[in-house]
């Protein structure tokens, strides 16, 4: 049995969101193609995700130095510490976002931080860093308003962090150009929903 995990960062639901609403297609497919796999969707505008900040920079100096912990630091601990768990129990990750001002949302590159540990999912060594999950792989879905055929900053940052974690099976979904080119936004949302059907058979 193998694990998915499906991280939905979009604040809108599939009827308002393309890059949601092409999830939602993956998922189905993927479902109906592996029935005895696992499907658990994060959704990080609904969930706590920490962020690095002050108290999370208190909290493990806290945590470091052995000393008891405050209740809203041990909350805060637990659950990033729950996210990165979270991450490494699971085989398969789909990253869903939007392209906002040429990059991932804020959220998520919070999300991000609880699962680029070191120790957990790298290393370094006399040689560079080294990544210590490179037999995970990655579905990325995003939706943008122009067309960038993936050379904009947001899924770059996306590829190269997940590779920096030893991640190289990486498939991208762009739902592009619905912004600029409204009139062919059905057939762009339709070859969006075909291809990730398509990907869900073999990923």
Known sequence: ????????????????????????????????????????????????????????????????????????????????????????????????????????????????????????TFTYTETGPLGLVPEKKLLHIQSNGGSFSGNEPGSQYLETIFNFMGVTDIEHIFIEGVDHYPEKAEEIIAEAHKKAEHLAETF
């Open 1 to 120: 049995m193998t694990n998915l995990l499906v991280v939905q960062a979009h604040p809108l639901s599939a009827e308002k969101s393309r890059s949601v609403a092409t999830q939602e297609a993956f998922i189905a497919s993927y479902k109906k193609n592996n029935p005895t796999d696992t499907v658990t969707v994060l959704d990080i505008y609904k969930e706590d995700v920490p962020e690095i900040d002050a108290h999370l920079f208190e909290t493990w100096a806290t945590a470091a130095g052995q000393n008891e912990l405050s209740a809203e630091q041990l909350a805060t601990l637990t659950r990033f510490n729950e996210l990165t768990e979270q991450f490494l129990a699971h085989d398969k990750i789909v990253v869903t976002n939007p392209l906002w001002n040429l990059n991932i949302p804020s959220r998520l590159k919070s999300w991000i931080d609880t699962i680029v540990v070191k120790g957990k």
